[in-house]
């Protein structure tokens, strides 16, 4: 379930990010993902974290991703260490029932501000 996000076959808003082809404000770039802020902020700093590879969610990644799943997590805790977050909440939506609206993986790293629990 996992294509190059650098060719046209993964037509997610995400996937046009990651071609260029529309902008957004990075904060991080490596081998694996990018980082860049919401457009729709719910918290003071609220980041998304994308693999470049294509994995629609947590549902279908497998074994395979392993490794990319642990770096996405390492670079979320990162992300939010440069926005000088102390404490800040990670969610990854997996399905349209969870939330999900854009369907290539991402982490979202919220802080800025008391998060209340549970979420709705
Ligand atoms: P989810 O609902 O978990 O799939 O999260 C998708 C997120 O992507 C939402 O928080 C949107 O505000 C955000 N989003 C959608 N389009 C863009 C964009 N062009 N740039 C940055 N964030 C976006």
């Known amino acids: 379930m996992a294509d190059s996000a650098e060719t046209p076959q993964n037509d997610t808003i995400f996937g046009r990010i990651l071609r260029g082809e529309i902008p957004c404000d990075q904060v991080h770039a490596d081998e ?13 700093v609220h980041i998304l974290v994308i693999p470049r590879e294509h994995v629609v969610n947590l549902v279908e990644a497998s074994e395979k991703q392993a490794e990319l799943l642990g770096h996405l997590l390492l670079v ?8 000088g977050l102390d404490a800040f909440r990670t969610v990854i939506n997996s399905g349209a029932e969870a939330g999900q609206t854009v369907f290539h993986l991402h982490v979202h790293v919220m802080g800025g501000r008391p998060l209340a629990w549970p979420p709705g």
């Open 76 to 83: 979320a805790a990162q992300v939010a260490r440069q926005e």
């Open 32 to 44: 694996q993902c990018i980082a860049f802020r919401d457009v729709a902020p719910q918290a003071p």
